[in-house]
């Protein structure tokens, strides 16, 4: 069975340093990862995934993420945090082949202070 | 192109009570899936569709009921309604299944049972 695990619920950062909200999974063969970002009152968005290829991704709204194969982690990273990064982010894997469904981790709520 | 587009956005149910919860999409997707989102928890699958005519059970099917007819719509029908299904439900679809595609999500359904 294939799962993802976000270690934090809560990561608090000043507006301006770099963000890191961190996610590991499990999944049998190669993985499929993606981060999507919830704001309240609101469905999720998509912001990046890995396929294949280059380990560092980059997404929308200047988020990247890095995948690690040997760690199987997939941290979502942003240089420069702004209030408006504040929000609900949620990482997700599905499993290559036929695997059909798409596992989230719990969420990790962000919060960018002024 | 509107979307995933999901009705009603909020309702209330006294247990027992029987609903259908609607959700269209307007983008030729293929998949269509429904989740459920509780805080601490994730998303958590309830059921899913790889195309008219042909759906599956996701991790928590359990007092829930789906049908596709059509490629663009994909109703969740509660059968009867418990404190338990308290929750806000999310429709998502994407192009393919069992793919690196994203998924794209509606704006939720806020359900409470009393």
């Known amino acids: 069975a294939q799962s993802v695990a976000q270690p934090e619920d809560q990561v608090n950062v000043a507006e301006g340093n770099p963000l890191t909200v961190k996610c590991t999974y499990s999944v049998s063969g190669n993985p499929y990862l993606f981060w999507y970002v919830q704001y309240p009152n609101r469905g999720l968005q998509f912001l990046l995934k890995?396929?294949?290829?280059?380990?560092l991704v980059k997404g929308s709204y200047g988020f990247e993420a890095e995948f690690n194969k040997s760690q199987t982690s997939f941290h979502l990273k942003k240089p420069s945090a702004l209030v408006s990064d504040s929000a609900l982010y949620f990482c997700?894997?599905?499993?290559?082949?036929?695997?059909?469904?798409?596992?989230f981790g719990s969420g990790t709520q962000l919060t960018v202070l002024p | 192109n509107a979307g995933v587009t999901q009705t009603p956005k909020f309702q209330v149910l006294k247990t027992g009570q029987s609903m259908t919860l609607q959700c269209a999409q307007d983008?030729?997707?293929?998949?269509m899936s429904w989740y459920r989102q509780d805080p601490g928890m994730g998303l958590r699958l309830i059921h899913y569709?790889?195309?008219?005519?042909?759906?599956d059970q996701g991790e928590v099917p359990n007092g829930y009921n789906v049908s596709r007819s059509t490629t663009e719509d994909f109703p969740l029908r509660l059968l009867s309604a418990a404190p338990s299904q308290t929750s806000v439900y999310f429709c998502?679809?994407?192009?393919?299944?069992?793919?690196?595609?994203?998924?794209?999500f509606g704006p939720g359904t806020r359900l409470t049972v009393t």
């Open positions: 569709s790889v195309g008219a005519g042909i759906t």
């Open positions: 998502a679809s994407s192009y393919e299944a069992g793919s690196p595609y994203e998924q794209y």
């Open positions: 890995y396929i294949t290829g280059d380990n």
């Open positions: 983008m030729n997707h293929e998949y």
């Open positions: 997700a894997v599905r499993g290559g082949g036929s695997a059909r469904q798409l596992t």
